[in-house]
């Protein structure tokens, strides 16, 4: 009889155990789902064009811009919103974020990235085939920020090709074949095939990801789920496939709307729809 008490006890405790790891589990889950809010973000590098354009977007003018390591932080409002308009008709707008392209910053960036909804990269088209900041180093950004656990719950994408009223630019088509030529390269050229972006250093031996992340695979993140970036069938990477929705715009932060064929303006439709 002391036995079959024994048992039962011993059930009912590993009975509680688990209920208790899954009411946490579901706990953290709903955590993080309801930190991450109706925002965007501006990611790319350094000199870009990130503050540029938030600054048209957030308050309509050209700013002198210099390198910063903080966050800029602002609301984005549809166009013809004005200050002066009645509170009650005018909304409240969305918040952009304009985190800095600084590599030293790439663990703040996941951060940031984990708080939005929408991600927009910001490529310079004029020096995308810059043999340091353009293509390659732009698309192992982009591979570390798609596979990592803090993206995931981001539900759309936009590829922001900054500089289109420049001669030199290259088009958004142009742009996301060469992206998707040097992603296919840095999946192929992983180490073993399985290294993970946190240990992947460019072609100069300079680190692009991050080391000893949080944000790392089996590190007990509440959120510990992520996208695969991968190949397709033929060996090659395509964002036509990718889980997410990823959308390129050919854009200027220098005109406005009537003065040239390109503009802020797919930026914006994007961040407040």
């Given amino acids: 009889m002391a036995e079959l008490i024994h048992i039962i006890i011993g059930t009912i405790a590993i009975i509680a ?96 990235v984990e708080e939005v909804k929408k991600v927009i990269f910001v490529v310079d ?19 570390a920020v798609l596979s990592s656990p803090a993206f995931y719950g981001v539900e759309q994408v936009m590829v922001a090709c900054t500089k289109r009223d420049e001669l030199t630019s290259y088009s958004a088509k142009s742009v996301q074949k060469l992206l998707e030529k040097e992603i296919t390269h840095c999946l ?24 000893k992340s949080k944000y790392g695979r089996g590190s007990g993140a509440a959120n510990s789920r992520s996208h695969e970036v991968s190949l397709d069938e033929s060996g090659k990477f395509s964002f036509s496939a990718f889980a997410v929705p990823v959308h390129f715009a050919d854009i200027s932060s220098f005109v406005g709307v009537e003065e040239n064929l390109y503009n802020v303006e797919p930026v914006r439709e994007f961040v407040i729809c």
Avoid at 128 to 134: A, R, T
Avoid at 188 to 211: D, F, H, K
Wanted: with cysteine.
């Fill in 125 to 143: 088209s004029v020096t995308i085939q810059d043999p340091h900041e353009g293509a390659e180093a732009v698309a192992e950004l982009m591979v």
């Fill in 17 to 112: 155990i688990i209920a208790y790891c899954v009411s946490r589990l579901l706990l953290s889950g709903k955590i993080a789902a309801r930190r991450r809010s109706r925002a965007a973000l501006l990611v790319g590098m350094a000199g870009s064009g990130k503050t540029t354009l938030f600054a048209q977007l957030v308050a309509g003018k050209r700013v002198a811009v210099r390198t910063s390591m903080e966050a800029n932080r602002g609301d984005v409002k549809a166009s013809g919103s004005t200050d002066n308009a009645d509170s009650s008709q005018v909304s409240t707008g969305v918040t952009l974020i304009d985190f800095p392209g600084h590599r030293r910053l790439r663990e703040s960036l996941l951060e940031a």
């Fill in 188 to 211: 192929t050229t992983r180490s073993g095939g399985a290294q993970r972006i946190e240990n992947i250093v460019n072609a100069s031996g300079v680190a692009v990801g991050l080391s």
